[in-house]
T-cell receptor, first 119, second 114 residues
């Protein structure tokens, strides 16, 4: 069975600080996909990034960057120079790869990390 | 382009009442699913479907029924509501390509069972 752990329940930082959200996953599959979603106070879920198990390149998008390390089964998310608008709950999620049947599309979510950025 | 539309946004039920949460998508996505979100537990999969007429159970299916008669709609039924079903419910859809597609979520339904 697959599992995603986000050990940081809550993080509080001051604006302009850098912050890293941790995500550790477990799966027996060799093909899998990792995702990050953002849930702002308004409640909707916003897709941020997808990474497949064959691509360990780090990715940067503006102030956001992601570090994928298969050796430690981690997919951490860093926000550089945080802003108040970054305050949200962030979820890491895992889906397993192509299988016979539909189960490959099932997302397993971590518990989420509540990030609060104070002015 | 509406994406994934959930109705209602809020609902209060009494224990034992039945209710259907509606979900519709206009992206012609094959895959649709229902999750519930509870504090400290992330989102947990209730039921999912890979196309009209095909549904399957997720992690927490007890107390919920689903059907998929069209590609667009995927309603979730509570047959006899219980306080333990108080939660925020999210419907999601994606193209079905073996798990590599990001799922598009509706805005959620906040359900309280008294």
């Amino acid at each position: 069975a697959q599992k995603v752990t986000q050990a940081q329940t809550e993080i509080s930082v001051v604006e302009k600080e850098d912050v890293t959200l941790d995500c550790v996953y477990e799966t027996r599959d060799t093909t899998y996909y990792l995702f990050w979603y953002k849930q702002p106070p308004s409640g909707e879920l916003v897709f941020l990034i997808r990474r497949n198990s064959f691509d360990e390149q780090n990715e940067i998008s503006g102030r956001y960057s992601w570090n994928f390390q298969k050796s430690t089964s981690s997919f951490n998310f860093t926000i550089t120079a945080s802003q108040v608008v970054d305050s949200a709950v962030y979820f890491c999620a895992l889906s397993e790869g192509q299988k016979g049947g539909a189960s490959g599309s099932r997302l397993t979510f971590g518990e989420g990390t509540q990030l609060t950025v104070n002015p | 382009n509406a994406g994934v539309t959930q109705t209602p946004k809020f609902q209060v039920l009494k224990t034992g009442q039945s209710m259907t949460l509606q979900c519709a998508q206009d992206m012609n996505h094959e895959y649709m699913s229902w999750y519930r979100q509870d504090p400290g537990m992330g989102l947990r999969l209730i039921h999912y479907s890979v196309g009209a007429g095909i549904t399957d159970q997720g992690e927490v299916p007890n107390g919920y029924n689903v059907s998929r008669s069209t590609t667009e709609d995927f309603p979730l039924r509570l047959l006899s509501a219980a306080p333990s079903q108080t939660s925020v419910y999210f419907c999601a859809s994606s193209r079905f390509q073996g798990g590599n597609q990001p799922q598009h979520f509706g805005d959620g339904t906040r359900l309280s069972i008294l």
